[in-house]
T-cell receptor
Framework: SQQGEEDPQALSIQEGENATMNCSYK?????LQWYRQNSGRGLVHLIL?????REKHSGRLRVTLDTSKKSSSLLITASRAADTASYFC??????????FGKGTRLHILP | NAGVTQTPKFQVLKTGQSMTLQCAQD?????MYWYRQDPGMGLRLIYY???????DKGEVPNGYNVSRLNKREFSLRLESAAPSQTSVYFC?????????????FGAGSRLTVL
């Protein structure tokens, strides 16, 4: 079964609004990563947060990690049309496996 | 700098045929991975190779074999293709020597099994 589960499965917001996606996972992790996938393309890494970190920022991205709840959230502020994509969380375990969730499809409305 | 290169990009097979998906990376990465992506299922790990000479099963290894030919190349073989193996396959690699060791993906290989 997949390690990560994103919520919601799909999200539509107006351009300029903030988008929040959540990820829950099942076992202990070394780190948690977020990736973006544009339609028909490969995945691109966005941001990594280690298990001993609680929050991380990169440009318009903010990631939080709560290891006690085994959950993470990705916030995209001031959304743009170019942010329309699918977003996936992935967890890396001690045995070097990197397991992905099912993803959140984000659609930015003009 | 090509990154991760997958071939072929598209392939149509008949049930029972065999084929090999090729993956090569030129970034001197240690670890390599094969995933499949189906609608609504996200990416599922098929096999991975933590280093040259080692391979391990992922979440959905049945029906597949892999070979880590050298540090650069990691191939995925379907010995007897089934319609359930219709999917988009992604190869990825990762350098394990530093702290920010994230995956770099290829463009994907779309496989249809009739």
């Amino acid at each position: 079964s997949q390690q990560g589960e994103e919520d919601p499965q799909a999200l539509s917001i107006q351009e300029g609004e903030n988008a929040t996606m959540n990820c829950s996972y099942k076992t202990s992790i070394n780190n948690l990563q977020w990736y973006r996938q544009n339609s028909g393309r490969g995945l691109v890494h966005l941001i990594l947060i280690r298990s001993n970190e609680r929050e991380k920022h990169s440009g318009r991205l903010r990631v939080t990690l709560d290891t006690s709840k085994k959950s993470s959230s990705l916030l995209i502020t001031a959304s743009r049309a170019a942010d329309t994509a699918s977003y996936f969380c992935a967890t890396r375990n001690r045995d070097d496996k990197i397991i992905f969730g099912k993803g959140t499809r984000l659609h930015i409305l003009p | 700098n090509a990154g991760v290169t997958q071939t072929p990009k598209f392939q149509v097979l008949k049930t029972g045929q065999s084929m090999t998906l090729q993956c090569a990376q030129d970034m001197n990465h240690n670890s390599m991975y094969w995933y499949r992506q189906d609608p609504g299922m996200g990416l599922r790990l098929i096999y991975y190779s933590a280093s040259e000479g080692t391979t391990d099963k992922g979440e959905v290894p049945n029906g597949y074999n892999v070979s880590r030919l050298n540090k650069r190349e990691f191939s995925l073989r379907l010995e007897s293709a089934a319609p359930s193996q219709t999917s988009v396959y992604f190869c990825a690699s990762r350098w394990t020597g530093g702290a920010a060791n994230v995956l770099t993906f290829g463009a994907g290989s779309r496989l249809t099994v009739l």
